[in-house]
């Protein structure tokens, strides 16, 4: 069993050869023209396909269902695709770091080391992530590597404080539970919204909005959930502007896809030097 185990490990990794040695040097040339701002992201973009491969996924919550995941780090001001790591199956987590962690921990570490690696002095960033990968532990080892985290949380993440699963909210409609650097919040508004950060505090901040009937409203709302509103989006913007020149081409071939997944990429990045 275990030679078989080792034979498929070895035939996916010939098979990604033939797009591999391409996106590597794609990401090594992403790093080596920008330097983010402090406020970076973590994400995915999902290359739309159906065809036959060992290694797509689905995702039903997903604007693209079935496709190619790959794993972005972003600058949340402009956009640009900093770092990336696309999915190959099981292999993928083979050279993340910190092998005792959870995969979806050891993601934003290992694109973060990358960083670090292309600027070892880098201190003080701040990293905004989704609720797949925020936990108590990513927001720990990221401290140790100088770096801030907030994100939102699943209910059910190890360390989560029982009196914030079920909250009961007075008039400030928020409760918030802080350890050491690391604060986890719980807020609602329309919906119960948890988060975890080790830089923001629980203060509120006045914003106006749009009501029915075009009216302006002003609502007070968590500082900690402003901010990663603003922050988080910087994969989207990505994504955004490659959906409005799109060249991807149809093929049944997975290869293909990502080749010009990342030849778009690549125009993407140069127009946001540009800018």
Wanted: charged share 20%; glycine share 6%.
């Amino acid at each position: 069993r275990l030679k078989t185990v080792n034979q498929q490990s070895t035939d996916t990794r010939t098979l990604i050869q033939r797009v591999s040695n391409f996106m590597e040097s794609n990401n090594a040339k992403f790093a080596e023209y920008f330097v983010p701002g402090q406020d970076i992201c973590i994400a995915e973009s999902v290359i739309n396909f159906k065809g036959k491969s060992s290694f797509i996924t689905y995702n039903p919550n997903k604007p693209t269902k079935w496709g190619i995941r790959i794993y972005v780090l972003a600058d949340s001001e402009t956009g640009y695709m900093y770092n990336i790591l696309p999915y190959y199956g099981s292999i993928t987590s083979d050279n993340l770091i910190k092998p005792q962690l959870p995969v979806s921990t050891r993601i934003p570490l290992h694109l973060y080391n990358n960083l670090l690696s292309n600027v070892p002095d880098a201190q003080g960033y701040h990293m905004y992530t989704d609720r797949y990968y925020t936990s108590i532990d990513l927001a720990e080892e990221l401290l140790q590597m100088k770096c801030h985290l907030t994100g939102t949380i699943k209910i059910n993440r190890k360390g989560i404080p029982d009196p914030i699963k079920k909250p009961k909210f007075g008039k400030n409609k928020s409760i918030s539970y802080k350890k050491g650097r690391t604060m986890i919040l719980s807020w609602k508004d329309k919906t119960v919204v948890m988060l975890i950060s080790t830089s923001n505090s629980a203060t509120f901040v006045t914003q106006t909005r749009f009501v029915k009937g075009g009216e302006q409203q002003n609502v007070e709302k968590s500082k900690i959930v402003v901010n990663y509103t603003a922050s988080m989006g910087g994969v989207d913007r990505a994504v955004q502007y490659a959906s409005s020149y799109c060249f991807l081409k149809k093929s049944l071939k997975w290869w293909r896809k990502m080749f010009f997944w990342g030849m778009e990429m690549c125009s993407i990045n140069a127009y946001i030097l540009y800018k």
